[in-house]
């Protein structure tokens, strides 16, 4: 094995266990032997990507593909920082590119079903990582999909299992699962993400990250804030909004109700916007300090 192998493969191994500033300082010794080698850009890239660089992985990826048009490992690091930012017509421009090239590829089948997911296409994403696992049933993205599609539509106690022992084989099954929970939980699914949010947890139960995510989702899907729901959902857009209605409300009501009601609608609103203000804070505490 070359020396600008060995540098590869050690890069390799550091980001798959989690060590991208190690990894950093042997990219800069790699780049030294060849600073032309695609798979060695392609590298920097991974690494800058999992240090939340994305513009400079994403110069990476350009940069390798102009030393090799058509490089796999290239197009996969650009794939993933167009998904990370979610520019998802440039993504998916990116893996169809690669699905014409070798339409039973199972990576970019697999790519396509994580961004059709992102997007919310569900039955096309579920279409995708079956033919991902025809071609390749071991193959690890298509198989936590299937897992978080599965604990999508409901099938909890059996997909919830399956997705946990891939969480805790598979670095980057944890990763494509915690964007999975985002995406629900952006999308109102929170009792799905937050079942996702737990298996993530039996992995890494000391990421206060990960566990700040997972109270979240849990707060969002407790009953005691079914009232909330449109202010969790809208945020101040609908603080503003149902500030407008109570306010003008009020004024367009006056004349044609008694003073009692319309005294009982503010008492309401303005018990309303206290518990927003005190409920969740507290559902938080409690949250943290009893489990979830």
């Given at each position: 094995m070359s020396e600008l192998h060995g540098l590869q493969h050690q890069i390799g191994r550091l980001l798959e266990v989690g060590r991208p500033r190690d990894a950093r300082a042997l990219v800069g010794k790699a780049l030294a032997l060849d600073p032309a080698d695609p798979d060695t850009?392609?590298?920097?890239?991974?690494?800058?990507?999992?240090?939340?660089?994305?513009?400079?992985?994403?110069?990476?990826?350009?940069?390798?593909?102009?030393?090799?048009?058509?490089?796999?490992g290239a197009r996969s690091l650009l794939f993933d920082v167009l998904l990370a930012d979610?520019?998802?017509?440039?993504?998916?421009e990116v893996v169809l590119e690669r699905l014409r090239d070798d339409p039973a590829d199972p990576d970019a089948l697999a790519d396509y079903a994580q961004?059709?997911?992102?997007?919310?296409?569900?039955?096309?994403?579920?279409?995708?990582?079956?033919?991902a696992l025809r071609r390749a049933p071991d193959h690890p993205s298509a198989q936590v999909l299937d897992a978080v599609l599965h604990v999508i539509r409901g099938d909890d106690l059996a997909a919830a299992d399956r997705l946990a022992r891939l969480v805790a084989a598979d670095p980057e099954a944890a990763h494509v699962a915690w964007t999975a929970m985002l995406v629900l939980g952006e999308r109102g699914h929170h009792r799905q993400a937050l079942e996702i949010g737990r298996q993530l947890l039996r992995r890494s139960p000391d990421d206060r990250?990960?566990?700040?995510?997972?109270?979240?989702?849990?707060?969002?899907?407790?009953w005691s804030m079914i009232p909330l729901w449109p202010l969790?959902?809208?945020?101040?857009?609908?603080?503003?909004?149902?500030?407008?209605?109570?306010?003008?409300?009020?004024i367009l009501l006056r004349p044609f109700v008694s003073e009692l009601a319309l005294l009982g609608f503010a008492v309401l609103y303005l018990a309303l916007m206290l518990y927003s203000y005190v409920g969740?804070?507290?559902?938080?505490?409690?949250l943290r300090w009893r489990g979830f």
């Open positions: 850009l392609c590298l920097a890239g991974r690494v800058e990507l999992a240090q939340e660089q994305r513009g400079e992985a994403e110069r990476r990826a350009h940069e390798a593909l102009a030393r090799a048009p058509g490089h796999d979610k520019r998802h017509a440039d993504a998916e961004l059709l997911v992102q997007v919310f296409q569900l039955d096309k994403a579920r279409a995708l990582v079956a033919e990250e990960l566990v700040d995510a997972v109270i979240e989702q849990r707060l969002a899907s407790h969790l959902r809208g945020g101040w857009v609908a603080s503003a909004i149902l500030w407008a209605v109570a306010v003008f409300g009020l969740p804070p507290l559902l938080r505490r409690w």
